[in-house]
């Protein structure tokens, strides 16, 4: 593999001076599943890697217990997401995406937050996140800023970074009442395969158990971004959540979606599939919401 | 870049001038020469290079040698006894036919006892999963979920694994 040299700063300012020291031939890297294949690929070339694995403090989930927002860590691997009893509790759906995110060996060592910077249209990890309102936190030489999770990505491979900042953190809102959520990564086969699509839908009901109050459709590859079923969301408001509706949200979120032919899968069927998974999810979403209330 | 890292590697401590660009893979295979750790595609789809550090199995194709500083990392070449006695999910593979070729063989196992050592009363689908990253070209999976399934403890009082502890020189069963 091509010389670099690799540093390891403690925390997010000391990296940051790093990058600033050294410029464009510098990198950040998080747990290098992703940039170390890049080296040996020759897509990247850089003369130092800033590890950013070493910086106290953002490595596993926890609950701000003066607000009941989740924090996680952007240098969470998705083995220590999968395994937090805080995220299999309250949040099941991000626990649907990271399970099945490469292989157990990959999850040991791949964090969620470089699963969001790549912006990849199929990042497993971003949909649930977007689904649960989710905010990025993000660090660099002019401080913190926090934007919405749904505006950090801008084109395939492209999120709202400066060069040298760094993605410090998710903050997910607490948990609300009556609310159910779930995700489905959708592919040829269950190991090893990136999605062909991803479906992530929540729906928060009314005290009634039946009428929804808010619902968020969250689909992967089916843009070149992760891409609100904006259209299909206000179907959804105030009807009753049933497999009639959800059938006709989820034939809307497959018109409205920007589905193309790509080696993994045409257009068509991904557009059907969106119909179908919608629904799936939504029926899902439903039983856990129940589930929780009792 | 070089500089000196301290680890222990199959239950011996080591210190060692790496340079900061060495993967896990070269470290072990070249730089120590124990080639029970194979590489098949080196971009982690394969999982022929997979090794147990700190209790987790990992891809030592995409993980830097200089990670291991202040860990413990285990290969294939650490689990049978001093004096040859091969460890009991080696025995299995053997036993229930699960090596063909025998490259994927070394991987297989050390992602098998990662599982076991966590899980052991593991069941096939948590065997499944826990082997999803290891890829079989003989596609011999049939067997080798037989081999694993053979030493855990799914459904019985006690599980047929006793985990190793390395570190304080307990080997065998």
Redesign the interface.
Known sequence: MRQFTYLTPKTLDEAISLHVAHGESARYVAGGTDVLVKIKEGKFAPDYLISLKHIIGQDRPFLNQETGELYIGAFCTHGSIEQSPLVQHHYPIIHDAVKNIGSVQIRNVATIGGNLVNAVPSADGAIPLIVLDSKANIYGTKGQRSVDLQRFFLGPGQCDLEAGEILTEIVIPPPLPRTGSAYIKHGRREAMELPMLGVGVLLCLEEDMTTCAKARICLGVAAPTPFRALAAEKYLKGKTVDENNLTEAGRLAGQESKVRDSIRGVAWYRREMVGVLVKRMGLKALERAKERHK | ?AHEISFIFNGNAMKMNI?????LL?LIREELGYTGTKEGC????C?AC?VIVDD????SC???A??IDGKQLTTIEGLAAADGTLHPIQKSFVEKGGIQCGFCSPGMIL?AK??LDKTPNASEIDI???I???LCRCTGYVQIIDSIKAVSGYGEDEPHVVAFKTDEGERGE
């Open positions: 870049m340079e900061d660009h060495w993967t070269h080196g971009s982690g789809e999982g997979t987790k199995a990992v891809n995409l993980y830097l200089a990670e992602s990662a599982l499944k999963e826990a999803a990253g290891n």
